[in-house]
């Protein structure tokens, strides 16, 4: 099954609730920035897919998704928006000291923690569902880090450096 999106894009990451009703996915598209939105889906991929209109055109990386589908957090460059209402809406743009090239964020089931990884720089954390102050985890070094991801509770992060390791932390 194909589901039947906006049609041809640079799609770059996609999100479902745990239970696949609700999904998000983000365009990076190089060519045309006026072409790289955020669409969700509230039926399982089925039907309509809308573009958000509460978040801005821009060569979005990735996205993640609360489990209930609810909470969606999205990076790109030296910025990470995030929605409380399944992507309608207001986006927020979250306010993350020294960030420079965010590559990829994840998201606790509740939507609570949020982690994202900068290409050239450090991991950064947030435990109020983007909202307020961002922590900035020197433990894990500089790197280039490429993808994160986070346990259900938060108390393991793991995250890979662009071609070479990936580590464990917590």
Do not use: E, H, M
């Not at 947030?126 to 280039?144: A, D, F, H, L, V």
Request: charged fraction near 10%; charge should be neutral; glycine fraction near 12%.
């Amino acid at each position: 099954y194909q589901a039947s999106l906006a049609g041809s894009k640079y799609w770059n990451g996609v999100c479902s609730s745990s239970d696949g009703k609700y999904l998000a996915a983000c365009v990076n598209n190089s060519l045309n920035v006026n072409d790289s939105y955020i669409y969700t889906n509230t039926n399982y991929g089925s039907g309509a897919w809308y573009q958000v209109t509460g978040a801005v055109s821009a060569l979005w990386d990735k996205i993640a998704c609360s489990s209930d589908g609810k909470y969606l957090a999205a990076c790109y460059g030296p910025y990470v928006y995030t929605n409380t209402n399944y992507g309608s809406g207001s986006w927020y743009q979250a306010n993350v000291a020294g960030a420079g090239n965010f590559q990829d964020v994840d998201i606790t089931p509740d939507g609570k923690n949020i982690i994202v990884c900068d290409g050239n720089n450090y991991i950064y954390t947030n435990t109020n569902y983007g909202s307020g102050s961002w922590t900035q985890q020197t433990n894990t070094g500089i790197g280039s880090w490429k993808s994160v991801c986070c346990s259900s509770d938060f108390k393991k992060l793991f995250a890979c450096y662009y071609y070479a390791n990936c580590q464990k932390y917590g």
